[in-house]
């Protein structure tokens, strides 16, 4: 029988994305070994533990794959990562043995870009605000105000899986939506209903601006003073991506003129240092890097690992979670 090994060790994490019944699925697909160290395997220990084994089943924390760690990987064919972006995971030398990567990066898009749909409208009808007035105030006063996202014009920055998702959710609220991304084509824009713009029509013309973008060395503070300086009065930022895209002491220095909201799901260091000056700011909600895949949606990842994997069994093709050398490329690096 097939050596199949999960890295990730027992606790919180393991068990939301490996409840009993999806535990029982595994294990009957092969002779699954478990990390029972309490903690992250060591490169070293992951080296050894891959002796033999066809199936890598990994996680959050586990040591990258070098051609170190795979010394004694003999057997390995596919890694399946319960994780989105595997760029902390599989170097290219990984590609290059032939080893089919599966991660849960579309399943985790498809929840960070309904987090996306939440925290417009979270921003736009003021809930925090009225939460708090009814609590502190008992009621609303004569002059409250909110907004809906019926048809707002949404910009979004980057189109990879998170901003398809989200055009795809934005459909029931008959929104425009421009999109800044240099490698759309005009059949994109005819496909998706979008429009492409420059950086600068973006910024100054949408209500609700929503970042999508990886980190890479090139994007890295991508969306700076300049751009921040443009965004009109009264529109939502919302962050879901990375911290690190954007200068972080740019868009405070600009949300503290409380001209326009930002919901900040990311944060250039994590967790928010409790000095930053976004805290407390009235017009900024903040959130600690939950955007997705919600907790429910954990399982969903592994369940949909395990039918990519049944179908490679079956000597078919995945359906939407495998990871081309090219797609591992464009995902965020850490830089």
């Known amino acids: ?163 398809r998702h989200t055009v795809k959710l934005l459909a029931p609220f008959r929104t425009p939506i421009k999109v800044w991304a240099d490698f759309l084509t005009e059949a994109d824009e005819a496909a998706w209903g979008i429009k492409k713009v420059t950086a600068e029509e973006l910024f100054t013309t949408c209500k609700i601006i929503s970042l999508h973008t990886s980190l890479t060395p090139e994007t890295y503070h991508s969306i700076d003073r300049r751009l921040l300086e443009m965004i009109p009065d009264g529109a939502v930022f919302i962050n879901t991506a990375r911290g690190s895209i954007v200068d972080e002491d740019a868009l405070t220095e600009e949300l503290k003129k409380q001209r326009f909201k930002a919901v900040l799901d990311v944060y250039e260091k994590e967790p928010l240092p409790m000095e930053s000056g976004l805290r407390g700011l009235p017009n900024v909600t903040l959130i600690p890097h939950m955007g997705g895949p919600t907790i429910d949606r954990r399982k969903a990842v592994t369940e949909g690992l395990l039918d990519e994997i049944c179908r490679l069994d079956a000597g078919k093709e995945p359906k939407r979670l495998e990871i081309s050398p090219e797609a591992a490329a464009r995902m965020t690096q850490h830089v």
């Not at 994780?83 to 599989?90: A, E, K, M, Q």
């Not at 590609?95 to 089919?100: K, L």
């Open 1 to 163: 029988m097939r050596k199949i090994l999960v890295s990730v060790p027992e606790g919180i994490v393991r068990d939301t994305f490996f409840p009993l019944e999806t535990i029982k699925r595994l294990e009957s697909l092969g002779d699954v070994i478990w990390n029972d160290k309490g903690r992250q395997f060591t490169p070293e220990e992951l080296r050894d533990a891959l002796a033999d084994v066809e199936i890598l089943v990994a996680g959050w924390g586990t040591a990258l794959l070098t051609e170190e760690v795979l010394k004694k990987a003999n057997a390995l064919k596919v890694i399946a990562y319960t994780g989105g972006s595997v760029s902390g995971l599989t170097p290219f030398g990984v590609f290059q043995r032939g080893i089919r990567v599966l991660s849960g990066n579309d399943i985790f898009a498809e929840s960070v870009a309904e987090s996306v749909i939440a925290y417009a409208l979270t921003a736009l009808r003021d809930i925090p605000k009225y939460k708090e007035m009814m609590l502190r105030e008992g009621w609303s006063n004569p002059g409250w105000y909110n907004e809906g996202l019926l048809e707002q014009t949404v910009g979004l920055i980057g189109f990879g899986a998170v901003a």
